[in-house]
């Protein structure tokens, strides 16, 4: 028998990803993924959507990612087998929501000055009053101020950039606390995507374990070899759990399909190993 298939990291249309949550679940199941979590960006509404018990194919896992910073930093938390019934789930979702809409507001006023006509009620609609910065980046596709979301990033949305409003998402204590309050296990994203140098990732993987985090995602998408035995010999090194996922948005995306990431090196101890 095969190994079980599981992608830890994926998005549907409640959050910036393009499939909705059933077509997430038909189209995940056409890669073979067994198990598959659903981790759209501060929301759990694909989940209502859908049935959860444990002869759904794929196996459904709740999850979220929640945006928190690190000094001053923006870093991504996932939670898996959350409650969602929990109340703290709930208030949490709830304050992040308020931080996305005022940061929204913020970008939207920043991208008036520059010129651009009153973006934030297409950038709501198109989120589905969810709104994040890839969703200011179609709409400024789509208006022709520039010529690619990549261009949009680069020149109004990405990191020091005009959109990159950040100062009030929760602190990673806060963010790591909430998943464990919910009943669920936390699991920092995509450490390679922060760009950090390995002594700054370490002391990031300290405090989010001091914080109650269990598990870091070794494998996100594709990642050069290198990168991945980077990681897992920090993970190792900091006692935690390995986890991994496509971090999977859009059918368009070839490089990030579901279950298609870097399998995990032997060495490490699979999250699911304790489920
Ligand atoms: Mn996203
Ligand atoms: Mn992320
Ligand atoms: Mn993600």
Redesign the pocket.
């Given at each position: 028998m095969r190994d079980m298939l599981f992608d830890l990291?994926t998005?549907t249309d409640c959050s910036d990803g393009s499939l909705s949550p059933a077509e997430l679940a038909a189209y995940a199941l056409e890669y073979g993924v067994d198990v598959l979590a659903i981790?759209d960006h501060d929301t759990v509404s694909a989940f209502a959507q859908l049935e959860t018990s444990a002869e759904a194919v794929p196996q459904l896992i709740t999850g979220i990612?929640l945006s928190c910073l690190w000094h001053r930093r923006l870093i991504?938390i996932v939670g898996l087998r959350i409650d969602l019934a929990s109340e703290t789930l709930a208030a949490a979702i709830e304050q992040q929501r308020k931080v996305r809409l005022g940061r929204a507001e913020t970008i939207a006023k920043r991208l008036e000055k520059l010129g651009v006509e009153d973006p934030l009620d297409d950038v709501l609609i198109r989120s589905g009053g969810n709104p994040g910065r890839p969703h200011f980046a179609a709409h400024l596709v789509d208006i022709g101020f520039v010529k690619d979301e990549k261009t949009a990033f680069k020149r109004y949305l990405g990191a020091g950039k005009i959109g990159d409003v950040k100062e009030s998402w929760p602190s990673i204590d806060a963010a790591v606390g909430w998943i464990v309050a919910a009943g669920g296990q936390a699991v920092l994203?995509h450490p390679a995507k922060y760009k950090m140098t390995k002594t700054r990732l370490r002391r990031l993987v300290g405090d989010f374990k001091q914080a109650g985090g269990v598990a870091v995602e070794v494998c996100s998408g594709s990642q050069d070899p290198a990168t991945t035995s980077a990681l897992a010999r920090i993970t190792n090194e900091a006692g935690l759990l390995a986890s991994a996922g496509s971090?999977f948005h859009h059918r368009s995306q070839s490089w990030s399909q579901p279950g298609r990431y870097t399998r995990l090196p032997p060495g490490v101890a699979p999250l699911w190993d304790t489920w």
């Open positions: 990291h998005h981790t990612e991504h994203a971090d």
